[in-house]
């Protein structure tokens, strides 16, 4: 049996895929202990972990890149935040390790501080990825704008000049306030030179996707397994008035952390008000009670998505990772509106998938929301072939086999 910690940034999309493979690891006799957001420990502890908050320094650190103009701009102020916690989360992760002694440690790749700190520990560690990577590579494009792969002589010239312009941009910007923070942690360790040398620290990175939905490439850096998403929801009761509604269903959510897109569930409302469809919009960062809702819509500010998602005829998603692999994965199409983040990137997989719709957030009205509504309904069996290539990668199961795999061996080994 082995002592796991497992260590999270404060934002329920990096901790809910955790637990699947948390609850994995402990069914098979590991024993867990998890440091993450304090509003999350009590149902954690109730799990049976050993669940305790981060420093509230670290909360206290908010995103406000939804307030960048631009792919560029969005991605500097996101990872902003990252380097501004780093200082933090990297303390409080030692602590954490002084405390447990864990026999690996595991964390999602966003608090960069923590992964250094991982990285200097000498314990076996491994990193999570319930976002889209960011990694380098002849058969995809430049990370960030959202750009559709290249094809021919001209889409590789096209990579070669966006790729220095964005995540180029990105790294000559955060990477030398990063590496000041890693040399205070421990000077022993090399300087991070780019994105893809970040990410190949951990001796394992699960990514939580799989093809069709992400990229085809020929070849992935050796640490990297894909999984497929691991989706996790707090088991709460449903309200009476679900059990009633009934199908067609559509399904909009908006982000866990606060970005402004409480517009899109607006934009849904009025684009499909008077229709056949039951609206029901998830708004877990905004007050729904500013909104117009019309006789066919519901607005809340949570609700589990799982059981919407078995009657859904579509899903409208601001492109968020985690709601929008959860739809895919119960078969469901979906048009993606991003907002920021790496929200582009997602958006554009739905569509090179065939599982879906893409709609700028520039071309977001009633109109172009209902055509893509109806264009996303015909793509269900290009949704049905991602939850099929999600199934085949193991999830969390595969995910905690992985991690044993490089238990046992004490380093990591590809397969």
């Not at 405390?99 to 520990?121: C, F, K, Y």
């Not at 990579?159 to 890693?182: H, M, Q, S, Y």
Request: glycine share 8%.
């Amino acid at each position: 049996m082995a002592r796991v910690l497992a260590y999270t940034s404060p934002a329920r999309g990096d901790l809910y895929p955790l637990v699947p493979i948390l609850d994995a690891l402990q069914r098979r006799g590991h024993e867990i202990h998890v440091r993450t957001l304090a509003a999350e420990t009590e149902r954690l502890a109730a799990r049976g972990f050993h669940a305790e908050p981060i420093d509230g320094r670290i909360e206290a650190i908010r995103h406000h890149d939804w307030k960048a103009k631009g792919a560029r701009a969005s991605l500097a102020a996101g990872t902003s935040v990252f380097v501004a916690r780093a200082e933090h989360d990297a303390r409080d992760l030692r602590s954490a390790i002084d405390a447990v002694n864990p026999d690996v440690v595991v964390l999602d790749v966003n608090p960069w501080g923590a992964m250094a700190v991982a990285e200097a520990s000498g314990r076996p560690w491994a990193a999570v990825a319930p976002f889209p990577l960011p990694i380098s590579s002849p058969d995809a494009p430049p990370f960030g704008p959202g750009l559709a792969p290249a094809r021919g002589p001209f889409g590789r010239l096209r990579d070669a000049l966006v790729r220095p312009l964005v995540i180029g941009a990105v790294e000559r910007a955060i990477l030398p306030r990063l590496n000041a923070v890693r040399a205070t942690i421990e000077p022993r360790l090399s300087p991070v030179r780019t994105a893809d040398d970040l990410y190949s620290r951990p001796p394992l990175l699960l990514y939580l996707t799989a093809e069709p939905f992400e990229y085809h490439r020929r070849a992935w850096p050796a640490n990297v397994r894909m999984v497929g998403p691991c989706a996790w929801e707090p088991e709460l009761s449903l309200p009476a008035w679900l059990e009633a509604v009934e199908p067609p269903i559509v399904l909009v959510a908006t982000s866990s952390e606060y970005q402004a897109d409480a517009i899109l569930a607006q934009t849904a409302f009025d684009a499909l008000a008077g229709t056949e469809m039951t609206v029901i919009a998830t708004l877990p960062s905004d007050d729904p009670g500013v909104l117009r809702v019309p006789p066919n819509g519901r607005a809340e500010t949570f609700l589990p998505h799982g059981p919407i998602l078995a009657r859904a005829s579509v899903a409208i998603t601001h492109g968020g990772m985690g709601v929008t692999q959860k739809a895919l994965a119960a078969g469901v199409p979906v048009v993606a509106v991003p907002f920021g983040r790496d929200q582009p990137e997602v958006a554009r997989r739905v569509e090179v998938a065939g599982a879906g719709v893409r709609l700028p957030r520039a071309r977001l009205r009633p109109e172009t929301l209902r055509a893509a509504v109806a264009t996303a309904m015909d793509r269900r069996g290009g949704a049905l072939a991602v939850a099929e290539g999600y199934q085949a990668a193991g999830g969390p199961e595969a995910a905690a086999s992985h991690l044993e795999s490089m238990l046992r061996s004490g380093t990591f080994t590809s397969a």
